[in-house]
């Protein structure tokens, strides 16, 4: 059974601070995903990265995949109360099997 | 172009009642999923198929559950009977290929066993 952790489990922040949330696992993974979930709605996917050290940005979201790809990062610059929700990893093993962290629950206060 | 559909979005039922829920997923997509996710959790995969295949039921409960995607389309899932541990959000998702293509979630099925 892989373990895989993400954290902090929650945050709340100012609005205009940075914050980077982390996804661990002891297991190599051929690929990572990761989604946010708002109230009442499904995760939506915001990337996904596949090659170990992999960074990628989307306007003020950088997301880094560890070079031993078994960790992975969320940087947000100067958070905007838009950025509130549930941030989940979701790595691929090698068998296909996508599996969801439990998530980062984020809380812009503006 | 429509989304994936899921329905009822809430349902309320007594236990030992049996419920079902309803997944119509985006026009061509041959993988659906069907996760349940518990609050403050992740989802967590119950079953996945590939057109009406399922390729992935080891974490489906079978001695209550069961699922169905008869024509490769639109999808059933069922709780017989259902029991207060099965509160939960029940979300579909559908995809162009399997993993690791972007899943598209439905906005899920509350259920909520009294």
């Known amino acids: 059974t892989q373990l895989l952790e993400q954290s902090p489990q929650f945050l709340s922040i100012q609005e205009g601070e940075n914050l980077t949330v982390y996804c661990n696992s002891s297991?190599?993974?051929?690929?990572l995903q990761w989604y946010r979930q708002e109230p009442g709605e499904g995760p939506v996917l915001l990337v996904t990265?596949?090659?170990?050290?992999e960074v990628k940005k989307l306007k003020r979201l950088t997301f880094q995949f560890g070079d031993a790809r078994k960790d992975s990062s969320l940087h947000i610059t100067a958070a905007q109360p838009g950025d509130t929700g549930l941030y989940l990893c979701?790595?691929?093993?090698?068998?296909?099997?996508?599996?969801f962290g439990k998530g980062t629950r984020l809380h812009i206060l503006p | 172009e429509a989304g994936v559909v899921q329905s009822p979005r809430y349902k309320i039922i007594e236990k030992k009642q049996p419920v079902a829920f309803w997944c119509n997923p985006i026009?061509?997509?041959?993988?659906l999923y069907w996760y349940l996710q518990n609050l403050g959790q992740g989802p967590e995969l119950l079953i996945r198929?590939?057109?009406?295949?399922?390729?992935?039921d080891s974490q489906l409960p079978k001695d209550r559950f069961s699922a169905e995607r008869l024509k490769g389309v639109d999808s059933t899932l069922k709780i017989q009977p259902a029991e207060l541990g099965d509160s939960a959000v029940y979300l579909c998702?559908?995809?162009?290929?399997?993993?690791?293509?972007?899943?598209?979630f439905g906005p899920g099925t509350r259920l909520t066993v009294l």
């Open positions: 026009s061509g997509h041959n993988t």
């Open positions: 990265v596949v090659t170990g050290g």
């Open positions: 198929y590939e057109n009406e295949e399922a390729v992935d």
């Open positions: 297991s190599v993974f051929s690929s």
């Open positions: 998702a559908s995809s162009f290929r399997g993993a690791p293509g972007e899943q598209f």
């Open positions: 979701a790595p691929q093993n090698r068998d296909d099997k996508i599996i």
